[in-house]
């Protein structure tokens, strides 16, 4: 089942959640963690704007998760991959623009599958790691490269208003260990890689994750990224695509005096 959370095109503040059937959303009262019935209503995805599948409660972010990234980044390779967090106020949704901030120069994207948790927990056991998983969508883990090495941190380089676009829906029924995951840079391909590949797969990342802080209902886990970042610039068109999932889409553009503000 892939949840969603919009509104109409002609809305301003209401806040719609259904479930995607083909080109359709159909809609339900509730929340996505808690669907309830059926209003009656049904809209084309092309008559709503897209927002963030949920507001996640924290970002945690796993780098170094796949091999071939660690060596284009010239890290030696390691058994565990490292953890981050990334701010709240990052997340933006499917189609929203990613703001390229005046002060980093290599400004980089970075296609993941994103977990998303249903069920708190705290040192989770792997082999009981997907009752704790609500379901999976699309992450953009935008980082401004300079600055992280510059500055030898990673949140602040990760955290930026609109570094983490994120949907355009949850599945909730999805299958994470064999999934292709694209991406693309206008016309380019950029990434192409494959969940199979990742060092630690879903499971593990949750138990992981959990071994060092409790997980709560709502959070999302960024499940790093493989070979292929590259340089954003203004004008960019980002698009990833995960096998069984969907395509998250957004444009990039530089900060200016109009967009400063967010």
């Not at 359709?24 to 995805?45: C, D, V």
């Not at 300079?146 to 029924?173: H, M, N, R, V």
Request: proline share 5%.
């Amino acid at each position: 089942m892939k949840v969603i959370r919009f509104r109409l095109k002609n809305e301003r503040n209401k806040v719609r959640v259904g479930v995607v059937s083909g080109k359709k959303i159909i809609e339900f009262r509730g929340s996505i963690f808690k669907l309830k019935e059926e209003t009656g209503n049904e809209f084309h995805l092309n008559d709503i704007e897209f927002l963030p599948p949920l507001k996640p409660r924290k970002i945690v972010c796993m780098g170094f998760n796949y091999k071939k990234h660690m060596e284009e980044l010239s890290k030696l390779s390691t058994n565990k991959p490292t953890i981050t967090l990334k701010s709240q106020n990052t997340v933006i949704g499917h189609r929203e623009k990613i703001v390229l901030p005046s002060i980093s120069t290599r400004v980089e994207h970075e296609a993941e599958l994103g977990i998303i948790i249903g069920k708190p927990g705290y040192k989770i056991k792997q082999e009981k790691a997907n009752e704790h998983i609500f379901g999976y969508t699309i992450v953009n883990d935008v980082t401004a490269r300079d600055l992280e090495y510059e500055l030898k941190q990673w949140s602040p380089a990760k955290s930026f208003p609109t570094f983490c676009p994120i949907g355009p829906w949850i599945d909730t029924s999805l299958d994470a260990s064999n999934l292709s995951i694209r991406c693309w840079v206008n016309s380019e391909l950029r990434q192409d890689a494959n969940t199979s590949e990742m060092i630690y797969k879903a499971e593990k990342c949750v138990s992981f994750v959990s071994s060092f802080m409790k997980l709560e209902k709502g959070d999302l886990i960024a499940t790093g990224t493989p070979a292929g970042v590259g340089v954003l610039k203004a004008g960019d068109w980002v698009r990833i695509e995960i096998s069984n999932l969907g395509i998250l889409e957004n444009p990039v553009t530089k900060e200016n005096e109009n967009n400063s503000g967010y």
